[in-house]
Each structure stands twice: as C-alpha cells, then as structure tokens.
C-alpha cells in the first residue's frame, strides 16, 4: 500500500516543454451531461480544462448545449441530437466515435442518465475506444447492468465509483465495502487486470493488478454532488496528457483533495462547492510546477 504525496505527483505529472501547443498537449473526448444533468458536464469539462488539456471535445445532447455553451468557452463543443429524454442515444453513435477517434482520452458517465440508450453508446465506446476511457456516475450503474461490457474493451478503462456505485457493480453491500475496502478493490483489480478502480470514500483507494494506493488528503466539505464529476474530469485530463491510468487516477485524486483542502481553508467546509475546487486547482499546481522546476 502507498501512500499518495505531492512528491509522487510531482514525479509523475506530464511536462509541459516551452514549446508545447494545444496539439502536443493531449485531446479528450467528454461524453458527459443530460437534460437536467447539464452541471455534471460543466463541472467535468472545467476541471479537466484547468488541469492543462490541449483540446477537449464536448459531445453534448442538443437540449442541453445552450447551457453548456454558455458556461464553458474552451471547449469544442460536438453538439448531437441525442433522444426524448435529453441523452446521448445510439443515433448518436457515429458522430461520438467520430470524436473517439481523435481522442487521447476519453470521459464517460458523468450526468449522462442511466438508460437503455447511454447504456448502449457506453458498450459502443468501450468496444471502439484504443485510448484509455474513464467511466463515472451514470456510466459504472450502466456497467452494474451490463457487466460483460468490461470484457469487452480494447483499451485501458479507468473505472471511478463510490462506495454505493460499487455496491452495485460488485455485489457487495455497502457494509462489506466499507468494513473491506482496500482488500475489496485489491481483489476486483485482480479479478479484472490492467483495470484501474478508484473507489471512492473520505479515504480513497486506487488499484490496479492489486497494486493499491491510498489518499488521506480531502475534508468533509468535498462531501456535495458535482465533486466526483470535478475528480473525473481531473483524471481524465492527464491521462488525455500521456500519464499511465494508474498515475492519471493515483494522481487525480490527490491533487482533487489537495484542491478540496485549500477550498476549505478559504471557505470552510460548509461554505465550500465543487466549483471552488476548480478554483482552487491551481493553488495545487503552483505547488507541484514549484517541485518541478
């Protein structure tokens, strides 16, 4: 078991030569939001934004661009007509593994719904994708009901639940899961090698081939809906940057804590929102280019 450190992130964290451009910086693809669910797009595509991607392509349902568009100016938006209820759909499928294919990396999940239709593009993406695919939110309760999808993927896949997402993904009870932790994800990441799990709770967990990392940084003030879709897009971002899954998940969830910690030291822990880690992201990455050079 390792213990997760600034060090290690400043070990680990893609460079930026002086004469890097938005090309040579990493390209995502976000398949992330719905009808009602347009924050979890915006909180995603913010964070990633922040950690330093070159390019970030939005695949975005049609009734919800005109809140994304207005909330995220960054990014490339690849507006799709998606269905009824305002998600991505199968229809949809050309156009998102259109983008796919220019990715480096790609985030799935995050506010997408959990229906028949995501279920599908999900199974899609991760049968097409030959970049690593970071799966959250609504995309692990689609993987509780189609399981077969993880035997099914070309690339690596870099799996993002909580303790209840992977209750259901697991089989497991929440008690088991919370009792067992670390021998929990150290056994699924056997069960399924060269797939990174990060379950997460106030003490985060990262495995991989029963590899495990640990995270004590973070504060109860994180504890508010939007945050995990904050980590997601953190994670996705440096792994569109080159890092290895692990490194892309180990680090992610250190530096989405360290952000978590300055936001309570501004704002407190009651005050604080998943927006303010945003803010605060960069107060990290003072710290670790400060490491680097």
């Known amino acids: 078991m390792t213990e997760l450190t600034l060090q290690y992130v400043a070990e680990h964290f893609p460079r930026r030569p002086d004469n890097a451009h938005k090309g040579s910086m990493g390209t995502l693809c976000s ?26 392509y939005q695949i975005i349902p049609e009734k919800v661009y005109p809140v994304f568009a207005s909330s995220v100016y960054e990014s490339v938006c690849v507006p799709v007509r998606g269905n009824t209820l305002g998600t991505v759909a199968p229809n949809d499928t050309d156009a998102i593994l259109n983008t796919v294919g220019r990715a480096s990396a790609v985030l799935i999940g995050c506010g997408t719904g959990n229906t028949p239709a995501t279920a599908e593009v999900l199974r899609s993406v991760v049968r097409s994708s030959k970049v690593p695919v970071v799966i959250d939110a609504d995309g692990i309760n689609a993987l509780a009901l189609h399981k077969d999808i993880l035997n099914e993927r070309r690339s690596p896949l870099i799996l993002t639940p909580h303790i209840k997402e992977f209750s259901r993904l697991s089989g497991l009870s929440v008690g088991e899961i919370i009792k067992r932790q670390e021998e929990v994800a150290e056994r699924f990441s056997t069960e399924f090698p060269d797939l990174v799990l990060v379950l997460k709770s106030h003490r985060t967990v990262i495995a991989e081939n029963g590899v495990l990392y640990r995270n004590s940084a973070g504060n109860s003030g994180m504890a508010k809906g939007g ?30 804590a360290l952000a978590g910690d300055a ?7 009651t005050a604080m929102l998943p927006s303010d880690i945003i803010d605060c992201l960069s107060d990290v990455y003072r710290r670790i280019e400060a490491q680097i050079n």
């Open 263 to 269: 936001a309570a030291e501004r704002l407190g822990k």
């Open 227 to 256: 945050s995990g879709d904050v980590l997601a897009g953190v994670i996705a971002s440096l792994a569109a940057q080159g890092a290895s899954p692990l490194d892309a998940a180990a680090m992610g969830v250190h530096i989405h």
């Open 31 to 56: 398949i992330t939001g719905s009808y009602g669910f347009s924050g979890a797009a915006v909180l995603s595509a913010k964070a990633a934004l922040r950690t330093g991607v070159g390019l970030l």
